[in-house]
Nanobody, 123 residues
Framework: QLQLVESGGGLVQPGGSLRLSCAASTFTLDAYAIGWFRQAPGKEREGVLC????????NYADSVKGRFTISRDNAKSTVYLQMNSLKPEDTAVYSCAANPYGYCSGLVKWAYWGQGTQVTVSS
């Protein structure tokens, strides 16, 4: 079973930056597409960014364009979400997910999920 572990969340002031990591245990991530999702209390979960197994990225949320960047390091079996210029509305639990198809189509099934990491943007 593929297990994903997120890290890097925390409290940050508006305008600050955080770098989230999504790491796999036991298995490598090179064959998977990895997506970042977020969910704020009382709101539905939304996709943020996805990176395919070939390294191409897909934006799911227009609100993060120009501020968030997704990347992967297959040697470390880790996917990163670099978040800059953070806003209070970015506050949410951020989770990473993997699909074995390797691409970022909205039709794919996200088979594996991490536990999530809390990101709080507040002064």
């Amino acid at each position: 079973q593929l297990q994903l572990v997120e890290s890097g969340g925390g409290l940050v002031q508006p305008g600050g930056s955080l770098r989230l990591s999504c790491a796999a245990s036991t298995f490598t991530l090179d064959a998977y597409a990895i997506g970042w999702f977020r969910q704020a209390p009382g709101k539905e979960r939304e996709g943020v960014l996805c990176i395919s197994k070939s390294g191409g990225s897909t934006n799911y949320a227009d609100s993060v364009k120009g501020r968030f960047t997704i990347s992967r390091d297959n040697a470390k079996s880790t996917v990163y979400l670099q978040m800059n210029s953070l806003k209070p509305e970015d506050t949410a639990v951020y989770s990473c997910a993997a699909n074995p198809y390797g691409y970022c189509s909205g039709l794919v099934k996200w088979a594996y999920w991490g536990q999530g990491t809390q990101v709080t943007v507040s002064s």
